[in-house]
């Protein structure tokens, strides 16, 4: 009887290990079952993404406008008072611009009624030839020439902080110096008004005057004002630089310049100090 018992269980092993080493190696069904429901996820549309993306900066947009906003005149005064022992501070302003897509960055000139700190020595190379060339020398332009300007330009041997051109040389320089000084943002353009054949009343516009520019995310940062100004010197200097970027930005209609489709939305204003908290400001 034993040997029976003991002949069985060796055939039910043998048996056992046969099924096992027999079974092939797939996916079990709960494995294809949840492949198949991951492959019907569909893709979201592009219209979808773009809704989420507007739901979220609304959002955003409502979570910013819950935060305090003070004034003008009550956020220098609280910054005064954080740098009471700090009389060579500056004032800081911070403007927050919601760039689209294809959207040039934000730049434009100004000059402070009451100059924050020295300015930088300017440089003015204008793409001229004949006597608009000697015009633009007249005007006070440093740099002067045509085409053959362009190899020193790219080899960084020459090199400049305005750039100017007359429109009948615009379409030769393009080609070659568009995507070189586009990237640096100083490319010459119609719509930023310098593209022009008045160079002469250009250079005497902006004459003692300094640029601003603002960054690839459309963030502005400038400084307005020594600890030691009075309230109305820093509120001038601020009126007076935002008035720059309100027109930059096609808040504010500009004669000299080409209206954009639409006005570049100014989300945010902060004004903060060397050592003192950024304070957003609400009457800008």
Known sequence: MS????LSRQCCRGNVNSILLSRPFTQTFVVQARDKKQSKIRTPSKKALAAKQKRRVAKATLKQGKLEQLSLLDAISTLRATEVASPKAMYELYVKTE????VAVPKGRFKLPKEAKARAEETVL?????????EAKKAGAHIVGGIELIEGILNNRIRASTYLCTTSLIRAITPRLGRFLGQQGLMPSERRGTV???IAGYIERIQGTSEWKADKTGNIHMPIGSMHFSADEVVRNFRHFMASV???TGNIKDNRQKETKKPVVISKVLLSSTRGPGIRIADY
Do not use: N, P, Y
Not at 3 to 6: D, E
Not at 128 to 133: D, K, N, S
């Open 246 to 248: 309100k027109k930059a």
């Open 196 to 198: 022009t054949d008045d």
């Open 3 to 6: 040997i029976l018992l003991s």
């Open 99 to 102: 760039m689209g897509s294809g």
């Open 126 to 134: 204008v793409f001229a030839e004949g006597r608009q060339a000697e």
